[in-house]
């Protein structure tokens, strides 16, 4: 499974109650007409690992195929016009792909984690095999671990979904030059 993730932030002066709104009604709409190989989405408001985003949503697929249906999709019949809706209010957004190491979310699931802790590899410091490492402790429904596959943007290396942080990613356990920061927020949508 992966997840197209997209971190963004409504214009400026843009009413972030009616932001809110159309955020919803563009994920009801893909959930009521499901693209093939979309498995979900869910659409957090709070922190986030990216400066000036305060929105998170996360859209479940099956592969690097699903992404390309998912993206044709979006603004296509019977999607256009929540997506425009939204997309005009849009102030600021980037993304990325990740792909699920441990777990097996549903979008609802998802949603029932409270916090996402985001783990980034310092410059520099050299890549190592830490996901399983990571996973340690991870357990409970939505609980997961995914990696990232391609950025289109500033973009943290891991980032495990749970309730709370698991011990894997404390600071004692990490390699050298690696981070973690574990961000709360709240669910708007899951479905």
Not at 100 to 109: I, R
Not at 127 to 148: H, K, N, P, V, Y
Request: proline letters at 4%; aromatic letters at 10%; a negative charge.
């Amino acid at each position: 499974m992966l997840a197209y993730v997209f971190w963004h932030a409504a214009a400026e002066g843009a009413d972030a109650e009616r932001y809110e709104q159309a955020l919803v009604a563009f994920q009801r709409s893909l959930r009521h007409s499901p693209p093939f190989g979309f498995r979900g989405s869910t659409v957090f408001r709070g922190e986030t690992p990216v400066e000036g985003c305060s929105y998170e949503d996360w859209y479940l697929i099956d592969d690097f195929a699903a992404l390309g249906v998912l993206n044709e999709a979006a603004v296509g019949r019977g999607h256009r016009t929540s997506h425009d809706d939204v997309a005009h209010r849009l102030g600021s957004g980037t993304a990325g792909l990740y792909r699920l190491l441990e777990g097996e979310p549903s979008a609802n699931e998802l949603a029932s984690c409270s916090t996402a802790t985001w783990v980034a590899r310092g410059i520099g410091t050299k890549q190592q095999e830490i996901g399983t490492l990571l996973g340690d402790g991870l357990e409970g429904r939505g609980a997961s671990l995914w990696q990232r596959q391609l950025v289109l943007g500033p973009a943290p290396e891991f980032c495990l979904h749970s309730r709370e942080c698991p011990a894997g990613a404390t600071r004692a356990r990490l390699a050298a030059g690696w981070t973690a920061k574990t961000l709360t927020r709240e669910s708007l949508f899951a479905g």
